[in-house]
Nanobody, 126 residues
Framework: QVQLVDSGGGSVQAGGSLRLSCAAS????????VGWFRQAPGKEREGVAA????????FYADSVIGRFTISQDYAKTMAYLEMNSLKPEDTAIYYC???????????????????WGQGTQVTVSS
């Protein structure tokens, strides 16, 4: 199994920036895909961004294109989500997730992942 610890959340004003980090341990060599998801109160958990470890290809939700950047450092078993131009609607608990062994055609779908971090709160005030 893989253990994930995400961190870096906080409170910022609209227009500000945050960088989330995800540290992986355990069978990290079996991870093929890392994603960031978020869940706002009363809403479903939604995919925000994902990156394939092998070729570095990335995927983003339309709502964050141009503002968020996902990256990974395989050697350090870390993944990051750089969030710029934050909006109040970005307020949510953010979770990193990892998928092992095989790829998927749906990298931003929650059910495609079987390893999850504990979540980190991001609050954006207007």
């Amino acid at each position: 199994q893989v253990q994930l610890v995400d961190s870096g959340g906080g409170s910022v004003q609209a227009g500000g920036s945050l960088r989330l980090s995800c540290a992986a341990s355990g069978y990290t060599d079996r991870i093929v895909l890392v994603g960031w998801f978020r869940q706002a109160p009363g809403k479903e958990r939604e995919g925000v961004a994902a990156v394939y470890i092998g070729d570095g290809s990335t995927f983003y939700a339309d709502s964050v294109i141009g503002r968020f950047t996902i990256s990974q450092d395989y050697a350090k078993t870390m993944a990051y989500l750089e969030m710029n131009s934050l909006k109040p609607e970005d307020t949510a608990i953010y979770y990193c997730a990892a998928r092992q062994y095989s790829g998927t055609s749906r990298p931003l779908i929650r059910n495609e992942y079987n390893n999850w971090g504990q979540g980190t709160q991001v609050t954006v005030s207007s």
